[in-house]
């Protein structure tokens, strides 16, 4: 069963940086979408960065200050997150969409931005 695990979430202050980290337990089978997701409290869950193979796209409320990179051969997903904002403040997702197994999620880590 594939399974995704991300890192790197924590408390940091307001214009400080992060660096989400996600890997997915096979590295043999090919990812199309890699994506980072977050849901803050009494909120839906939405869209923060998606990579493709041929393109990047991102929330417009994190434009200019996140960034997303992959590395496709070892299934690994990442977000730098500069320039944090109170209301960065979510639990983020890692997704990534698998040919053979279709969409997986990963567990979710807490990120707070607050001084």
């Known amino acids: 069963q594939v399974q995704l695990v991300e890192s790197g979430g924590g408390l940091v202050q307001p214009g400080g940086s992060l660096r989400l980290s996600c890997q997915a337990s096979v590295t043999r089978f090919s990812t199309s979408i890699m994506s980072w997701y977050r849901q803050a409290p009494g909120k839906e869950r939405e869209m923060v960065a998606t990579s493709t193979k041929r393109d990047k796209n991102y929330a417009e409320a994190v434009k200019g200050r996140f960034t997303i990179s992959r590395d496709t051969a070892n299934n690994a997903v990442y977000l730098q997150m500069n320039s944090l904002k109170p209301e960065d403040t979510a639990v983020y997702y890692c997704?990534?969409?698998?040919?053979?197994?279709?969409?997986?999620w990963g567990q979710g880590t807490q990120v707070t931005v607050s001084s």
């Open positions: 997704y990534m969409y698998f040919a053979n197994w279709g969409p997986r």
